[in-house]
């Protein structure tokens, strides 16, 4: 499975920012799909996660109702809709892709098999 981020961008506090992570390969072995962020000396942070069979969402406490998870019907892509951003989402983020059925381990980065390359996100006036 590859992923590939894209979508990172310099916003403004209070804007708006969507990401996106394309899946290929084997995506039909895709268990579930994350999005992890991570700044420099800090360990990565879950954000959010979706199951790929039901739809089924998780998001981490300080992102919910301020972030969106979603996938297309194809599910060949998962995408990220961030609103009322603030400096401290400033991050790289990344998509991951669990393979293992371990839907009640989605906020674990250990529980993932596969990780896009990044995307930075910078929100700063």
């Known amino acids: 499975v590859q992923l590939v981020e894209s979508g990172g961008d310099l916003v403004q506090p209070g804007g708006s920012l969507r990401l996106s992570c394309a899946a290929s390969?084997?995506?039909?072995?895709?268990?579930?799909m994350g999005w992890f962020r991570q700044t420099p000396g800090k360990e990565r942070e879950f954000v959010a996660a979706?199951?790929?069979?039901?739809?089924?969402?998780n998001y981490a406490n300080s992102v919910k109702g301020q972030f969106t998870i979603s996938r297309d019907n194809a599910r060949t892509t998962v995408d990220l809709q961030m609103n009322s951003l603030k400096p401290e989402d400033t991050a790289v983020y990344y998509c991951a892709a669990q393979i293992r059925s371990r839907w009640f381990l989605n906020y674990r980065p250990s529980a993932y098999d596969y990780w896009g390359q990044g995307t930075q996100v910078t929100v700063s006036s």
């Open positions: 390969g084997s995506i039909f072995s895709i268990n579930a």
């Open positions: 979706l199951r790929w069979s039901d739809g089924n969402t």
